[in-house]
C-alpha cells in the first residue's frame, strides 16, 4: 500500500484563489519532503525542499510566495499555491524518503486545475 | 548542474520481447533510483542503485549501475501489457534526498 498519500486527487479552483495540497508520509517520519511539478508528457522538475521546523527551499525560478511550503509535522507538508491562475495548472507530486534503506516514496500526485 | 538523458525517449515492443532503457547522468551518480508511472499518477519504486556494477532484479525487471557510476539500465524480460508505462530515473544529489529526473522513457506492450 501507499506510504506516501496526497490529498486531494484532483482540485479545481477559479482564477485568484488559493488550494493547499496535503502531502503525508503514512507509516515513517520525515523530516524533509519534496515538492515537485511535471508539466503533460514531461518528467518531473523539482520545486522546492520541505524541512520540518524550518522554512522550505526554493529551486531556482519557483515563486516562494506563489508557492508557499508548510512542514509543521514529522508527518506531514503542505503546499499552498496562492492567488493561483490557469498556468498553474498542473500535476503536483511530492517525496519523501524513509531512512531505514533510503528509499524514497512519492504520493499519488494532485491534479490542480485553475479556471 | 546533473543532467540525465534516458534513451529511447519511446519504446514499443511486442508482449514477450526484451527491453532495455538507459539512463546516463553528465555527474558520477551518488544514489540511482528507477520509478514506473502511468501518466498523471505517482510515481512507482522500483530499484534503487548506489554502488558501482551494482544489479539489482525484482520479477522480470533487472537494473544495473555501471562501474563509473554515470550510467544505469533497466532490463525487462519477456515484457508484458502491464509493463507498459512511463519510465524515469532519478539521480539522489550526495546530501540529500532530492532527485533529478531523466527525460523519460514511455513504454508500449503490444499484443
Known amino acids: 500500500g501507499a506510504v506516501v498519500s496526497q490529498h486531494p486527487s484532483w482540485v479545481i479552483c477559479k482564477s485568484g484563489t488559493s488550494v493547499k495540497i496535503e502531502c503525508r508520509s503514512l507509516?515513517?517520519?520525515?523530516?524533509?519532503m519534496f515538492w515537485y511539478r511535471q508539466f503533460p508528457k514531461q518528467s518531473l522538475m523539482l520545486m522546492a525542499t520541505?524541512?520540518?521546523?524550518?522554512?522550505?527551499?526554493?529551486e531556482q525560478g519557483v515563486e516562494k510566495d506563489k508557492f508557499l511550503i508548510n512542514h509543521a509535522s514529522l508527518t506531514l507538508s503542505t503546499l499552498t499555491v496562492t492567488s493561483a491562475h490557469p498556468e498553474d495548472s498542473s500535476f503536483y507530486i511530492c517525496?519523501?524518503?524513509?531512512?531505514?534503506?533510503?528509499?524514497?516514496?512519492f504520493g499519488e500526485g494532485s491534479w490542480l486545475t485553475v479556471v | 548542474s546533473q543532467e540525465l538523458e534516458q534513451s529511447p525517449q519511446s519504446l514499443i515492443v511486442q508482449e514477450g520481447k526484451n527491453l532495455t532503457i538507459n539512463c546516463t547522468s553528465s555527474?558520477?551518480?551518488?544514489?540511482l533510483y528507477w520509478y514506473k508511472q502511468k501518466y498523471g499518477e505517482g510515481l512507482i519504486f522500483l530499484m534503487m542503485?548506489?554502488?558501482?556494477?551494482e544489479e539489482k532484479s525484482h520479477e522480470k525487471i533487472t537494473a544495473k549501475l555501471d562501474e563509473k557510476k554515470q550510467q544505469s539500465s533497466l532490463h525487462i524480460t519477456a515484457s508484458q501489457p502491464s509493463h507498459a508505462g512511463i519510465y524515469l530515473c532519478?539521480?539522489?544529489?550526495?546530501?540529500?534526498?532530492?532527485?533529478?529526473f531523466g527525460t523519460g522513457t514511455r513504454l508500449q506492450v503490444t499484443l
Open positions: 520541505s524541512n520540518e521546523g524550518s522554512k522550505a527551499t526554493y
Open positions: 542503485l548506489q554502488k558501482g556494477g
Open positions: 555527474k558520477t551518480l551518488y544514489g
Open positions: 517525496s519523501a524518503q524513509r531512512l531505514s534503506g533510503n528509499t524514497i516514496y
Open positions: 532519478g539521480a539522489a544529489n550526495r546530501t540529500a534526498s532530492k532527485l533529478t
Open positions: 507509516d515513517f517520519q520525515a523530516t524533509t
